[in-house]
Structures are given as C-alpha cells and as structure tokens.
C-alpha cells in the first residue's frame, strides 16, 4: 500500500506525459494535467499521515525512501504544482489566441511539465544521492525546452544560459558525489551512498576527501537553487519562461534542490562537526541577499524583481539551515512552502499582467489596480505575503530563522541579513505599487487577452494567498510533519 | 597483467586523457577540436578497459564498451551534426583569454589539480589513486574552455571534457559508482547535450551564428 503511494506521484505524472505524447492537446485533455497534480497532492498527503504513524519506508529494491521530510516536500511539490497547472489552460488559450503559441506548443508544454513533475517526486523520493542527482538533472532537461518556448532571441538566450550553468553546477555536484562515495568505501563498513548509510557512517568518513566532497556538493545544488555565486541563470530563465512553469520553477524547484542541501548538511555535520557547512551556507547566503538587494533596488522589469526576490528567499533558506537547530530546520521547512505559495501566486498574477498589458516593464504597467481589481489584489497581497507580513506564513518563518540565528550564535549574519531584507521589502513596496496606483494610460494599450481573469486562474491565485495566511495562523496537520522532518535534519533522530 | 604493465597502460591511458584536454585549449578550428574531443573519449574507454583487466570484472568491460560508444561515437557525432550547415568551417576566432595564455593557465591548473588531490590520493595510495590529479586537471581545464570560448560550440566540448574528467575520477577512485547510476549518468548526459544541441540549432535560427558575444539581450 504505501509503496504503492510512493509511486503514484512518479508514474501518475509520467503517465500523464504520455497522454499528452499520444492525445496531444485537446479539450478532452485539456485538465488532465491538472488531475494529475491533484493525484500526486493526495498521494503525498496520504504518505505524509503514513509515514508520520509508521516511520520512514524503503521500496523498490531500495532505490525509493520516503520519511517525514520526503513527504513534507511532496506536498509542497504537490500543492504548488496543482496551482500552476489549473491557471495553465487559461494561459496557453490565451496564447494561442495571441498568436505566440499554438497547439503543438501546448501538447508539449504539457507533456513536459508533467515529466519535470514527476523528476521533482523522484528528486525527494530518492533513497541514495545518485538516483536524487539523476532526478535533479532531469529537471534541468525537462525545463529546458519550457524556458525557450517562445523561440525568441532572448527565450533562447536564457534557456542556452540555464541548461549550461546548470548542468555545470551539476556536474560538480556529480564530482562530489563520487568523492563521497570514494570517502564511504574506504569506510570500515562502506554503505554505498544511501542517505541513511552515509548519515550513519559519517563519523568515520576521511575528513580530508569529505571536505572536498561538501563543498561540491553544496555549490553544485546551490546553483540549481539559484544562490549566489552561481545565480546567472536564475533571473534569464524565470523572466523568459511561461508564467506557470516559472511558477513552478520558483516555487518548488529552487526548494527541491535546496533539499539536496539540506540532506547533504546532515552528513556533512556528522563528518566534519557543524561549523564546516555552517561557515560555507552562512557567505553563501549572506552574498545571495546582498546580490537580490542590490539588484531589486534599480529593477525595471517585474518578473526579473520576482526572480531576484526568489534569490533572496533561496538566502534565508541558507541562513536557516546555517543556523541549524530544530526551530531553524522547522522554520526553513515552514519558509518552503510559504515562499512556494506566495511566489507562484506572484508569477501566475504576474504571467496575467504581461499577457492583459503586452510588457514586463515595470513603467510599462500603470493603474493596474483600477483596471484589473483582482489581479492587482493578488499582487498586492502577494507581495505582502512575500515581504512577510502577518498573518502570512513567510511572517512566521523569518521570525523563526531569525530568532534560531540569534539563539545559535549568528548574531552578526542574522543582523546584517534582516538588514537586506528590510531593503528588499521596500524596494518589492516601491516598484509594485507603482504598478498597481497612479492613473491607468489612456486609450486602448497593447492589451492581447480580455481583461477579466478566468475564475480558474482567479480561484488558483486566491486559494494560494488564503492557504498561505492559514499556515500563518497555525501550521495545523503539517505540524507534527514539520517537528519530525527537522528532528532527522538537525540530527536528533 | 603483470603489474608495471598494468602501471604503464594506465599511466599511458591516463596521460592521453590530459594530452587531449589541452590540445583542445590549443586548436581553434571547432571541427578539429570535436575530434580531438572524440579521441579523448577513447583514452577514457581505454583507461576503463586497463582497470577492467586489471580487476578482471566483466561488467567494468561492458561498461568501458558503452563509453566508448557513447563518448568517442554518439556525442562527437552529435556535435558534428550541429556543425551542418555552416557555409565554412567556424573557428573560436576571439576567445576571452589567447592561445599562449590559455597553455600557460593550463598549467597552472594541473598544478592546483596536483594540490588538491593530495588527500583524495592520500586515502587510499595504488596506482589508479596516483592518476586522479590528471582526472581532477581534465575537470579543471574542461571548466576553463567552458567559461573562456565564446562559441557555443566550443562551450559544449569544454561541458564535455568536464563531464569526461568526472567520469575518469569516478572510475580512478572507486571503479565507477554502481551500474544503475553510472546508467542513468550517462543518459542524462546525453540528453543534455541533445538538448543543448537543439539549442544549438535554434540559436543559429534566431542569431545567424552560434558566437555567445550575440547573447547581450538579457543583462541587468
């Protein structure tokens, strides 16, 4: 049974990527992409509550292992993905009508982010890294084409750009992996590179070779989290892909990769004591926030600020994990899924804004709050949610990486890391109330779709916000999850 | 296999591995340079092939087999096939750093390849451990062709020669990381590069060329 909802979120995506290779892209199946979320969303659930009963279980000859951090993610992986995938007919019709897309490009649309779906529940399913790496790196091939499918100079430019940095990084990654793997045979009991063998033997790991291997490893899954200093991809591809894939892609794949971070950390504080990838996450995340600040303050372009913030986010992700203890691991898992919430509600908005107005220049949009209320609400309160205010869950988690920050002795990072925040929090104000205030242009604009939104895309943007206020007020059933999750991280268990 | 032949094969194997590397950073033709990259990838199935009989594992020889297929066959033809079409053979005519320049840095990285090594040799002393500063330079250089040429070209055999490297340490160490992985390395490799060749492809539709000093569209 429960190896069986261990699959389901792999082979139901994969299934319905050969649906869309055969049928192609049709009314018939036109929601079926959106079901196939909605399966993997339950699965997940109905893992999580098992696996929080019974404990963590291994299928498949070993290759899969789902514990209560696997099932977390998959949520989230789940949740984020059911959002992206109902506003996505709405917006490949729309572009259909507009003349940049038509059906074969929506056949694969669809069948590719199905794959990249079902390579994300791979990535967190995953028993041992090679296998997680793999999935990682399926993700990369399976976006790709996603981010260059408008063809034009500058989708190309960045989809040439993303595959390159992130097939570099991850072939560092890759290194690392062997080296780790080199460390672990000369073990006086190898464990090969399951995470639960490699977590156990860690004490007796050479030193030396593991150094190496960690910080591979950390800068090779931190490029594919977009953290500085291999972030160059991040703001091309996000700003050139299709509004719901760079829903996706900023909501959940950053995180997936940052989980990579997260597993690999528990060895490394095994191996090496806490202080080695303390040290190492704490520069990268503080370069990744000043990188964001500097960067948002001048920004011109409203997609690339979304991106930009999600390198922000990415660097409270390090801060926390940096930090370490329960209440950070709690609170960086907590950020997870808050950031995926409000970021993909942002994307969607914004991917509307840019099809309703015809530009993704900020000065280019003026008024939106009276010409389109609701996308201009959703915006507006999804920045909020973003900068952290309550009662949205980003509130409560930076409250939370910030207190373990202090608590762990980090006080200098945390200082000067919620300084780079507040800059970034004015900065996200600033440039989306000019958007959304001032007098509406007058006459008819570029506008290529009807101005009202499709109540789909309108339920998804709103029912985003609301689940990210409610795990504001209380984290609810996830609670217990969130506790286990982050005893295996910090150690405990 | 007696073990100085054994000893020699491998140091041979290996020193073609790091030959080939740098008469990449040496040419500029980008066709020449896809065939000294296939020519590396028989001194890589070469070098599994010395440690299979050295080890006497049948499966290490099937794997040697498919890296020579996909190494030295599948991905040099790949790269050809993005080559079709050009009206005269396309050459790294400015690259970021010169040719003197880029042997110099080459050396330079075989000697930080020879530093950091020290420990991963240190772990474990044989003769295949003794070789790993030339998988580590061979990674290094692959990077260096990577962040230096501007021809998108260039830039995927550099990705290439990595991912070579890579895969000459992963056997070096510890005879490869078990099949199930070593098989699904080697395919997302592949479709990679497929990938980055469509790209490839597509870029010269839009672009006219494949020279990355076009990609100025998206910058802050």
């Known amino acids: 049974m429960i190896t069986l909802l261990m699959l389901v979120p792999i082979a139901v995506p994969a299934l319905a990527a050969a649906i869309y290779a055969v049928v192609r892209w049709r009314p018939a199946t036109v929601w079926v992409s959106a079901a196939s979320s909605a399966v993997v969303l339950a699965a997940a659930i109905a893992l999580a509550t098992n696996v929080a009963q019974r404990g963590p279980h291994t299928a498949v000859a070993g290759l899969l292992r789902a514990d209560a951090l696997s099932a977390f993610m998959l949520i989230v992986i789940g949740a984020i993905a059911l959002l992206a995938t109902a506003a996505t007919p709405a917006h490949l019709r729309a572009e259909i009508l507009a003349g940049r897309a038509d059906q074969r490009t929506a056949s694969r649309h669809s069948l590719l982010v199905q794959l990249f779906l079902a390579a994300m529940a791979l990535a967190v399913l995953a028993a041992n890294i090679g296998l997680l790496w793999i999935a990682v790196e399926g993700t990369t091939i399976a976006t790709a084409f996603l981010v260059g499918q408008r063809r034009t100079r500058s989708a190309i430019e960045a989809a040439w750009k993303y595959v390159v940095i992130c097939s570099t990084g991850i072939a560092l990654a890759l290194l690392g992996i062997i080296l780790l793997n080199y460390a672990s045979q000369h073990t006086p009991a190898p464990a090969g590179l399951d995470w639960t063998g490699l977590a156990s033997s860690a004490g007796s790991l050479d030193p030396a070779v593991t150094r190496i291997a960690i910080v591979l490893l950390i800068l090779g899954f931190g490029t594919k989290a977009g953290l500085a200093p291999m972030h160059a991809w991040l703001p091309d591809a996000h700003s050139q892909a299709p509004a719901p894939v760079s829903a996706l892609m900023s909501g959940v794949l950053l995180s997936v990769a940052f989980y990579a971070i997260l597993r690999v950390k528990v060895i490394a504080d095994a191996a090496l004591g806490i202080e080695f990838a303390r040290a190492l996450l704490v520069v990268i995340a503080l370069a990744s926030l000043a990188l964001a600040a500097s960067l948002l303050l001048a920004q011109r372009d409203y997609k690339r600020m979304l991106a930009y913030s999600s390198i922000e986010h990415m660097g409270l992700l390090a801060l926390g994990a940096a930090a370490g203890s329960r209440l950070a691991i709690a609170a960086v898992l907590l950020h997870i899924a808050g950031h995926g919430l409000a970021k993909s509600v942002l994307f969607l908005g914004a991917g509307r804004v840019l099809q309703t107005t015809g530009t993704s220049r900020i000065d280019g949009v003026r008024g939106l709050a009276a010409r389109q209320p609701l996308v201009a609400g959703c915006l507006g309160f999804g920045v909020l949610a973003l900068i952290g205010l309550p009662p949205f869950s980003l509130f409560a988690s930076e409250l939370g990486i910030a207190r373990a920050g202090f608590a762990t002795g980090l006080g200098w990072a945390t200082a000067a890391a919620l300084v780079l925040v507040v800059v970034i929090a004015a900065a996200l104000v600033t440039h989306t109330s000019r958007m959304l205030l001032g007098t509406p242009p007058d006459g008819p604009g570029t506008a290529s779709a009807p101005l009202h939104m499709p109540a789909v895309t309108a339920t998804a943007l709103v029912a985003g916000l609301l689940a990210s206020a409610a795990l504001g007020l209380t984290a609810g059933p996830l609670q217990p999850l969130l506790h286990l999750a982050a005893d295996i991280l910090a150690g405990t268990r | ?220």
């Open chain 2, 1 to 220: 296999m007696s073990q100085t032949l054994y000893v020699q094969l491998l140091d041979l194997a290996c020193g073609a591995l790091l030959l080939t590397a740098v008469l990449v950073l040496w040419r500029r033709e980008v066709a020449v340079i896809i065939r000294i990259f296939a020519l590396q990838g028989v001194a890589l199935a070469a070098l599994v092939a010395v440690l299979a009989v050295h080890e006497r594992s049948a499966e290490l020889g099937a794997v040697g087999v498919g890296i020579l297929v996909l190494r030295a066959g599948v991905l040099p033809n790949l790269l050809r096939r993005a080559l079709v079409g050009f009206p005269h053979t396309p050459r790294e005519t400015r690259p970021v750093v010169n040719v003197s320049a880029s042997l110099l840095a080459a050396a330079v990285l075989a000697l930080i390849a020879y530093a950091v090594s020290q420990p991963l040799v240190a772990l474990a002393p044989s003769p295949a451990t003794h070789a790993i500063p030339v998988g580590m330079a061979v990674v290094l250089i692959g990077f260096f062709v990577l962040v230096t040429r501007r021809r998108a070209l260039s830039q995927l055999v550099g990705f290439l020669l990595m991912d070579n490297g890579i895969t000459a340490l992963g056997f070096l160490t510890t005879s490869g990381v078990g099949l199930v992985v070593e098989l699904g390395v080697s395919l997302d490799v592949l479709l990679a590069v497929l990938v980055l060749q469509i790209l490839t492809s597509r870029m010269r539709a839009a672009f006219g060329d494949t020279d990355l000093d076009e990609l100025r569209e998206l910058h802050d």
